[in-house]
């Protein structure tokens, strides 16, 4: 519910190209040339799409490629990050208790605010329902009443007995046949 207040990241399973530029970062400038030769030497267009990648990414004209590897594996150690989303400390220690605090509290009413959302969908979702099964009810009786009173035009217009209606789901009575 509350992605302000979770702490603990876990690192996001990676593709097969992530984990090889990883590897290509971990060897320096020299495995990235290295690469775009053999993909110019295989398939042309795979050393161009590398050389590509490489200026747009800026590794070939960068010192190294080893110091992309610790901030992109690990996103929330990164100083700019951290200082976006007020994770690092001013150095004073009594604005970091107030901006503490201040979060803390932001936090518990985000998430009283969030039950308070959830409450308030459940009991429009049940006063919906309540409200289709009312409906739904009396439509039920208004067929059944509607039922019963043609039933019983019929049965005014047939001119017949009470007697004489037999009901499939009773025994007959006990009625003497005439001879």
Not at 113 to 136: H, I, P, T, V, W
Not at 160 to 175: F, N, Q, S, Y
Request: proline share 3%.
């Amino acid at each position: 519910m509350n992605t302000a207040a979770q702490t603990d990241y876990t690192a996001a399973p990676r593709g097969w190209f992530s984990r090889s530029e990883t590897w290509l970062d971990e060897r320096g400038k020299g495995a990235w040339i290295a690469a775009m030769v053999i993909g110019f030497i295989l398939f042309w267009p795979i050393g161009l799409a590398l050389l590509a990648y490489m200026i747009w990414s800026k590794r070939m004209f960068s010192k190294s490629c080893r110091h992309r590897t610790s901030t992109e594996t690990a996103p929330w150690n990164d100083a700019r990050f951290a200082r976006r989303h007020g994770f690092s400390s001013s150095g004073n220690t009594a604005f970091d208790a107030y901006k503490a605090e201040t979060l803390r509290r932001l936090m518990s009413e985000q998430e009283a605010f969030e039950a308070f959302l959830e409450r308030l969908r459940a009991a429009k979702d049940k006063s919906e329902f309540d409200e289709f099964m009312d409906e739904r009810a009396n439509v039920a009786r208004s067929a059944r009443e509607a039922a019963q009173a043609e039933f019983d035009d019929t049965a005014m217009d047939a001119d017949i007995d009470a007697d004489d209606i037999e009901v499939l789901d009773e025994p007959k009575r006990g009625k003497k046949k005439p001879s």
